[in-house]
Nanobody, 127 residues
Framework: QVQLVESGGGLVQAGGSLRLSCAAS????????MGWFRQVPGKEREFVAT????????NYADSVKGRFTISRDNAKNTVYLHMNTLQPEDTAVYYC????????????????????WGQGTQVTVSS
């Protein structure tokens, strides 16, 4: 069972930047895709970005494309979400997620089938 711990959230003004981190433990990190998701009160958790186990395989929600970048450091068992040009509508609790199986599939890149989650980190963007 993988354990995920997010950090890096906070309060930022519109137009600002933040970097979220997610440290993983409990399995061979490099073999698994990783993803970032977010949730606001009263709504379902939504896909933000995924990074496959292979080099350069990424996918982004349309709402963050061109502003957010997902990256991973396999030596540190850590996945990052670099968020630029933040807007008030980006305010949410951000979760790191991991799928149950290794490798990268089309569904995994779309953010489907993720079963392990961190505790979440709050991102608040003020206008």
């Amino acid at each position: 069972q993988v354990q995920l711990v997010e950090s890096g959230g906070g309060l930022v003004q519109a137009g600002g930047s933040l970097r979220l981190s997610c440290a993983a433990s409990g399995r061979t990190f490099s073999s698994y895709a990783m993803g970032w998701f977010r949730q606001v009160p009263g709504k379902e958790r939504e896909f933000v970005a995924t990074r496959g186990s292979g080099v350069g395989t990424t996918n982004y929600a349309d709402s963050v494309k061109g502003r957010f970048t997902i990256s991973r450091d396999n030596a540190k068992n850590t996945v990052y979400l670099h968020m630029n040009t933040l807007q008030p509508e980006d305010t949410a609790v951000y979760y790191c997620g991991a799928p149950p199986r290794s490798g990268t599939s089309y569904g995994i890149l779309k953010g489907e089938g993720y079963e392990s989650w961190g505790q979440g980190t709050q991102v608040t963007v003020s206008s």
